[in-house]
């Protein structure tokens, strides 16, 4: 054999080699899944934790101030209405000591009057009162998916929510929104 003949058969069979290759490389696409089957799918929720003010109006009861803190006027009213009923009672040295008794007991009985009367005097306003409250809400951040692929399961989390089907590319499952159709 000569030289050239033996270069033709070497390039001829470079060229087998090339040509089969690409052959099953071609058939390998070809026969290729170019989707994977979804067999769940399940949204994956995230908790948002928003503070608000939260205000109402309140009535609210306070003791009115007070204008006489000793009471003064409810004790000499009272010593004068106990000395008037103290003196009519007895006679002599005996009026004497029911009209001081009278006067003494009266002028506490005044004075606690008074104590009472001004604890029960109250004034009612109303108060804007406010408090922060937080509010939770639950987002959507995207789907876990458990998808079949060549007889093998896998999950893989997408933004979107697929259809039965995921595609398929270069053997791997695309997790990424399918581009908007236009129309």
Known sequence: MDRSMMKGLAVGGLAMVVLGASGVTG???????????????????????????????VQVQRTAPV????????????????????????????????????????????????????????????ERRCKTVNEKSQKLIGYDVSYRLDGKDGVARTSFKPGTTLPVKDGKVVTTAPPAEKS
């Open 27 to 57: 058939y390998k696409s070809l026969t290729a899944p170019k989707f994977a089957e979804v067999t769940a799918v399940k949204p994956v929720m995230e908790t948002a934790v928003t503070p608000r003010e939260h205000c109402a109006d």
């Open 67 to 126: 204008q006489d803190k000793n009471r003064v006027a409810g004790t000499v009213v009272g010593g004068l209405a106990g000395g008037l009923l103290g003196s009519a009672v007895g006679r002599g040295n005996g009026n004497t000591l029911a009209t001081v008794a009278g006067a003494v007991a009266g002028g506490y009985a005044g004075n606690q009057v008074q104590k009472n009367m001004q604890q029960k005097d109250v004034t009612t306003a109303v």
